[in-house]
């Protein structure tokens, strides 16, 4: 008997797990919403569309205004031109990104998941264009448990038709970053595009297709890694998509007429909607959730319920931890944002930013390295030590030059070409090679530093010095 028992545990939990995994892959319909956090939602999906498809056909000075041009290795950007030595610059933005994004959890939650993540975005757009189709969620529910029809077919099909569109419209545009997208539309119309601008397209819109249209909440859920650690940069005084409990129970449902106050219930009247509308079907009601993206839908759901039955806004609402325990009112909030978490985060945001703003506005558009010639020490005719350098000049301004060169550092030390000017077009590469001559009776020891001094004849600003080292034997 007891073998039999040892048996038959195991079976039990498996079971449970199989059908918690089947149930991860039910399909999720949600409801359409309207109110103040929806119309933000929508206006920060325009102006971030608008931002992703317009920017690479802005113009500026006859080139594309932002393009990252990795096979000439130079990254256009406005009127600011990064070459790979500006990889600093790249880290620089980096840092301040995962900064603010740190700052601004800590504050208010996930605003970047709810508002502004490429994921929400594109479900955003991907959901509104299946509803404009099928129809809002008891429509779509409807369609996809009837049997395969002429109506089902036809919808189905012009869904999964602009879906497409849109997503490899988006490859396309992805890659118009990296190649001059006036040049990639002329190529894609007459079908000469490469391998590399098709593959890119092809797998861009794949990504998007599928992510927007299909996986949706299962990215958010499994496959981001920021759900799983923000409980780290929440602390009791961050502001969350909180239901107030403390109003809100004991929950049921009720007539208009009903008081609650005599029938002891409390506001929320269990009508599951802001469930229907969560993008990642969670329960609002059971508490903050790693899956709930801050998206403040059941926000403006549950306000308009409030607002029918004449209850008050405000049962499922932004607030804190703090203010549901009673340590503090709503109106307290803003007081309580300043804490040393976000002051520390505020403090070190502020001087990166302004470091990097300083050295970005201040950095000077040219940039020269010198390299001593390997068998560079000879003596010429005339008795003098003579070592050959190769300098090269990259002019990283939108602009040609014509650089003067100069030499410094031992006595009477002299660039022997006659040539010591050169002139380097705009965002292009110069190698020039320099001999440079020193009386040996004027050499201390047998390794002196020197220093070459390149300057812009047109524009003093744009210099650069060099150091270098003058061997004597």
Known sequence: MADQK????????????????????????????HGWFANWRIALVVFTQLVYYGMPWLTWDKRQAVL???????????GLVLWPQDFIYLTGLLVISALSLFLFTAVAGRLWCGYSCPQTVYTE???????????????????????????????????HMLWLALAFWTGFTF?????????????FVQWTLGSWEIFWIFFYGFAT?????????????YMCPY???????????????????????PRGSRSKSVDRQTAQIGDCVDCGICVQVCPTDID???????????????????????????????????????????????????AHALRPRTIIYSMVLTTIISVFAYTLFNRVPLRVDAIRDRIAIRETGEGLIENVYRLQIINMDDKSHRYAISVAGLPGIKIAD??????????????????????????????????FKVQAMDNPKLTKIVKATFLSH
């Open 209 to 221: 297709y599928g992510n927007a249209g299909f996986m949706r909440e299962q990215v958010c859920i």
């Open 6 to 33: 040892q048996t038959v545990i195991p079976i039990t939990p498996a079971v449970e797990v199989e059908q918690s995994l089947l149930a991860v892959k039910q399909k999720i319909y949600p409801r359409a919403v």
């Open 125 to 159: 757009i991907f959901m509104w264009i299946a509803r404009k189709i099928e129809g809002d969620r008891p429509k779509q529910i409807k369609l996809d448990q009837m049997p395969w029809n002429a109506e089902k077919i036809g919808k189905k099909t012009a869904k």
């Open 227 to 249: 759900g799983r650690f923000q409980s780290v940069m929440f602390d009791a005084d961050t502001l969350t998509v909180t239901y107030d409990s403390k109003r809100g129970e």
């Open 284 to 334: 609002i009601r059971d508490g903050l959730q790693y899956e709930c993206i801050g998206c403040a839908a059941c926000i403006d759901a549950c306000d308009q319920v409030m607002d029918k039955i004449g209850y008050p806004r405000g049962l499922i609402r932004y607030t804190t931890e703090n203010v549901i325990q009673g340590k503090y009112t709503d109106q307290n909030i803003l």
């Open 68 to 78: 990252f041009d990795l096979a000439a290795r130079k990254f256009y950007i406005l």
């Open 175 to 187: 890659v118009g970053y990296f190649v001059p997208i006036k040049e990639l539309a002329v190529s």
């Open 418 to 451: 006659q040539v010591s000017s050169f002139e380097v077009a705009t965002l292009q590469n110069f190698d020039a090679v320099l001999h440079l001559q020193v009386d040996p009776a004027l050499v201390k020891t047998p390794s002196s530093p020197v220093q």
